[in-house]
């Protein structure tokens, strides 16, 4: 049985890898990948994680967005710190434009006192945007006297962003609370043409409990409860999300509260997980409504992920469990 959710887990995760769509950052928060909130997440507790993930939101129906990543992240020995690989694309529906690009990340962490961390991390990512291939080709079809060009323009190149970023990560038995900002620099790749992006700095926060029960005196976590607070933060766009995670050995489920303030939409969402071994699968569905447009819209993700535990070989006690932080 074990090998047979392997067997059909793994083309699935392949599967979503090779027909997933695009990504773009802007205005999507993930709720399973951490990683994508702060580097800081890097190499967490020694683990090594594959993560494939799928973003997608809507504000009204000809502004639709979707956000692909695929990311590996695990502990390095020799640096004493953690690394992680990133691949993103994605697409702003609104302006009929794809970002393709590539991420690092390096975090180190240190000891602060017994089981708990300050671990601070750089971020560098590079992307390529472009028009929407198939808009392009239309475009290309079409007699452009008769019917002028699709945003954002004619040509197919669009303009480079090269974007470093920072976190801070503090990590302990009872809470996680962390920051990271990004700042990006934007190369126009069209003549007499300035880019649409006019917020280049864009700032997290994010604050999770780690509740425990006790039964009896002693330590009980038939479900792990984590309450959970999340703001991004821009020029032009500020969310927030308050939810409640809960974790029970097979299944995850969350409920949480959303809200666009800069966009006036604001609503209510919910996820499901299943936990398999080291599998984890996590679906997520919401919407939400403006009153002063008087129009709804909806969001969601679906992510695969691979966690492969930390082996820690003690030579003078070679059956000691590996230290964690909880």
């Known amino acids: 049985m074990k090998n047979g959710f392997k067997i059909i887990f793994l083309p699935l995760f392949l599967l979503t890898v090779l027909s997933a769509g695009a990504q773009i950052e802007k205005g999507l928060i993930p709720w399973t990948g951490k990683l994508l909130l702060n580097p800081s997440y890097a190499g967490l507790n ?67 006192r017994k089981n708990s961390q300050f671990i601070p991390s750089f971020n560098l990512n590079t992307s390529f945007a472009t028009k929407q291939w198939y808009v392009y080709i239309i475009d290309g079809l079409l007699d452009k006297v008769v019917e002028p060009p699709s945003l954002p323009g004619e040509e197919f190149p669009r303009y480079t962003i090269y974007r470093p970023g920072f976190g801070l990560l503090w990590n302990s038995p009872s809470s996680e609370t962390g920051i990271a900002a990004w700042y990006s620099f934007y190369q126009n790749q069209v003549h007499d043409e300035e880019t649409k992006e006019l917020a280049p700095l864009h700032i997290v926060f994010h604050f999770t409990q780690k509740m425990r029960g006790t039964r009896k005196g002693l330590i009980s976590e038939p479900v792990k409860t984590s309450p959970e607070v999340t703001v991004l933060y821009s020029k032009d766009l500020i969310i927030s999300r308050v939810g409640l995670r809960m974790e029970r050995t097979t299944h995850i489920f969350g409920v949480f509260a959303q809200n666009n303030f800069s966009d006036n939409f604001h609503g209510v969402g919910g996820v499901f997980g299943l936990k398999m071994q080291n599998f984890r699968i996590n679906l997520l569905t919401g919407g939400t409504y403006s009153i002063p447009h008087n129009k709804p819209g909806f969001f969601g993700e679906a992510s695969l992920e691979l966690i492969i535990p930390y082996i820690h070989i003690n030579k003078k006690n070679p059956w000691a469990p590996p230290p964690r932080l909880f």
């Open 46 to 112: 020694r683990d090594t994680h594959f993560r494939t993930g799928l973003l997608f939101n809507s504000l009204q129906s000809n502004d639709l967005n979707n956000d692909f990543s695929l990311t590996y992240d695990t502990w390095s020995e020799k640096m004493k710190g953690g690394l992680a690989l990133y691949f993103h694309q994605g697409l702003a529906g609104a302006v009929n434009t794809n970002t393709t690009g590539i991420g690092f990340t390096f975090s180190k962490p240190f000891e602060t």
